[in-house]
């Protein structure tokens, strides 16, 4: 069982940045690839950002050169770094790992964080 929290939303101007938190409740932290999702209003959720645990990064296209994941194995945490945000980076950030049971995937998910962009 994997908890994740995650924390760092708020408002935000255009053009501003935010660095998003997810602390996880694991001591094999390392052994996990970790994920950003995000929500916005209306919207299903979507795949923002993800690292492995031989931090190998992807970034969805719209955030691409915005966004930067990272990972601190130390303190368990995984970061999200977001530069020159845009209204329609509006949504709830939730943090996600997973792990296979008897070849299943098993997700687990924070309970998420709001971004808010607007001038």
């Known amino acids: 069982q994997v908890h994740v929290v995650e924390s760092g939303g708020g408002l935000v101007h255009p053009g501003g940045s935010l660095k998003l938190s997810c602390a996880a409740s694991t001591t094999i932290f390392a052994i996990y690839n970790m994920n950003w999702y995000r929500q916005a209003p209306g919207k299903q959720r979507e795949f923002v950002a993800a690292?492995?645990?031989?931090?190998?990064?992807t970034y969805a296209d719209s955030v691409r050169a915005r966004f930067t994941i990272s990972r601190d194995n130390v303190n368990d945490t995984v970061y999200l770094q977001m530069n020159n945000l845009k209204p329609e980076d509006t949504a709830v950030y939730y943090c996600n790992t997973y792990t296979y049971r008897t070849g299943i995937r098993v997700d687990y998910w924070g309970k998420g964080t709001l971004v808010t962009v607007s001038s």
């Open positions: 690292i492995t645990k031989g931090d190998q990064t």
